[in-house]
Nanobody, 125 residues
């Protein structure tokens, strides 16, 4: 089993940047494909991006392509989300999630095995 803890959220102006981190405890972090999802008030949780177990393949939602970058450091059991050129519509609670032995082409909550508690990102206009 793995526990996930996100950090790095906050309040930023439109056009600004934030870097989220997700630290994993437990064993065998490299067995997990990792993803980031977000959920805005009154909306469904939506897929943002995922990264393969080795970090060599990524899969981005169209809404964040060219602005967000996912990366991971398996030696530190951590996955990162660099968010640039933030927009007010990026405001949401951001969750990281792990998928044991899974591919990165999974887009629903049910397809991920473990979730963090979320971190709030607020982008002001």
């Amino acid at each position: 089993q793995v526990q996930l803890v996100e950090s790095g959220g906050g309040l930023v102006q439109a056009g600004g940047s934030l870097r989220l981190s997700c630290a994993a405890s437990g064993r065998a972090f490299s067995r997990y494909a990792m993803g980031w999802f977000r959920q805005a008030p009154g909306k469904e949780r939506e897929f943002v991006v995922a990264i393969s177990r080795s970090g060599d393949i990524t899969n981005y939602a169209d809404s964040v392509k060219g602005r967000f970058t996912i990366s991971r450091d398996n030696a530190k059991n951590t996955v990162y989300l660099q968010m640039n050129n933030l927009k007010p519509e990026d405001t949401a609670v951001y969750y990281c999630a792990g998928r044991l032995w899974g591919s990165i082409y999974a887009y629903t909550r049910a397809e991920y095995d473990y979730w963090g508690q979320g971190t709030q990102v607020t982008v002001s206009s």
